[in-house]
């Protein structure tokens, strides 16, 4: 199935959902191959839902994602699709990969991680670029799972499991 045999509403999220920054319904429409009547129409329904953001910036409006909405969107994933000693167990897993990078590079952030760049070749500084991106994905992976586990607690009967 082509990307123009996927109903506009969907194009439309995909390409909203994606952006790094703020753009125009015009941008939108031309990434989500609609008309901009049809990108405007359905990214104010995805701004009054909360599913983006609504960024008035003088005669234009911009949008870009909520992110607060899709991070509470993700916890609320895990927390579902994932029993209690699942996520512990991935805790455990991605803080021992956090204390072996902090051991080996000698380092407690990505950032201080990215900062020794300048002090290796190229090779290596190529693998810590690397290391310092996914140091910061898993970050944000252990706290929606930290999320995720205070659920059980705040909500023990209100777990419904995805099929």
């Known amino acids: ?18 952006l790094n920054e ?9 990434e989500a191959d609609v008309s901009p009547a049809t990108a405007r129409k359905y990214l104010e329904k995805l701004a009054d839902e909360r599913q983006l953001r609504r960024i008035e910036n003088g005669e234009r409006t911009l949008y870009s994602p ?9 916890v609320r994933e895990v927390y579902e699709n994932h029993s209690a000693d699942e996520l512990a167990q991935s805790l455990n897993e991605i803080r021992t990969q956090i204390e072996s990078w902090e051991t080996t590079y000698d380092v407690t952030t990505p950032n201080a991680l990215r900062a020794t760049i300048a002090t290796v070749d190229h090779g290596e500084a190529e693998q810590r ?5 996914e140091w910061d994905h898993v970050e944000t992976r252990l706290d929606i799972i930290e999320d995720a ?8 009967d209100n777990r419904q499991v995805v099929a």
């Open 1 to 18: 199935m082509s990307w123009t045999d996927q109903p506009a509403a969907d194009r439309v999220q995909w390409v909203a959902e994606s």
């Open 22 to 30: 703020p753009q125009t319904a015009h941008w939108v429409a031309d």
């Open 66 to 74: 909520d992110h607060v909405t899709q991070y509470l969107k993700e």
């Open 129 to 133: 670029r690397d290391i310092a991106i």
């Open 149 to 156: 586990l205070k659920l059980y607690d705040r909500f023990p």
